[in-house]
């Protein structure tokens, strides 16, 4: 589930939006009113149910191969996942949605471009687009995805090496 040339994505489990509207996300340090989403190299970070955490680390110019196979595993690819068991069933049952939006409204924000906002108002191309099985988008896409008791010392690791990540919902995960 990626954007066609000339559109974005939101996800969502709503599949009943007609209009996004700006607004200051609950989680968000901003304080200016946003539509988010993403583009097609960020879609993976949301092939998730909303409230799960994940943990997210990946290749990048400036990563080490000592990092790669340590972190990512020898063999597996150029993107790990991970997640907590307590949400491998939220994973699998979620009806998650796609909306396409057209990319003209919306520009890249934070340091490292890890969405795209707009400050208007927007109406998605068409209707909500089920997402298919999340597990097979990861497979699909030769991403690792990973399940731990704990996401907190693979986090940890994470942080601390030359791969490029982010980190989504982790006030969810297991303390």
Partial sequence: MRPEPGQVLHFSEDPTIERFVPHVAPTSQLRE???WAVTADRCPDYWFPRACPRAMAWKGPRTTEEDAGR???AGSGDRVHAVEYGWLRAIMDVRLYAYRLPAEHFAPI???EHAVVARVPVRPLG???PVSDLLEL???AGIQ???LDNIWPFWGQVTAST???SGIRLRNARR
């Fill in 33 to 35: 009113p946003y539509v």
């Fill in 71 to 73: 972190i990512i595993g």
């Fill in 110 to 112: 934070g340091e490292f």
């Fill in 127 to 129: 209707p909500a687009e």
């Fill in 138 to 140: 990861h497979e699909q």
């Fill in 145 to 147: 995805l990973r399940v």
């Fill in 163 to 165: 791969l490029e990540f």
